[in-house]
Nanobody
Framework: QVQLVESGGGLVQPGGSLRLSCAAS????????MSWSRQAPGKERELVAA????????NYADSVKGRFTISRDNAKNTVYLQMNSLKPEDTAVYYC???????????WGKGTLVTVSS
């Protein structure tokens, strides 16, 4: 059974930091690229950051470059999103996704809520 379980969300003040984790199971994690997307109330889901299967390459949305860092630990089947200098506009539900481009398969987690507010 495939599972992606996000954790680490919560309420944080502007300028603060959070670290999201996504624990994967039920598939060969090291064969999948991983990404984080977010969806704010009333807005479409947007890609925030992505990392290749071996972790050798990353990319970020312009809105988070220099503030967010995506990383992965294939030994722990976990992907992380370190979020620094958080802004109110970062408030959203953050989703983890696993993608196998060769097989055309996507798996999504259920999301974790991040609220940036004073």
């Amino acid at each position: 059974q495939v599972q992606l379980v996000e954790s680490g969300g919560g309420l944080v003040q502007p300028g603060g930091s959070l670290r999201l984790s996504c624990a994967a199971s039920g598939f060969t994690f090291s064969n999948y690229a991983m990404s984080w997307s977010r969806q704010a109330p009333g807005k479409e889901r947007e890609l925030v950051a992505a990392i290749t299967s071996a972790g050798g390459s990353t990319n970020y949305a312009d809105s988070v470059k220099g503030r967010f860092t995506i990383s992965r630990d294939n030994a722990k089947n976990t992907v992380y999103l370190q979020m620094n200098s958080l802004k109110p506009e970062d408030t959203a539900v953050y989703y983890c996704k696993a993608t196998n481009y060769y097989r055309g398969i996507d798996y999504w987690g259920k999301g974790t809520l991040v609220t940036v507010s004073s």
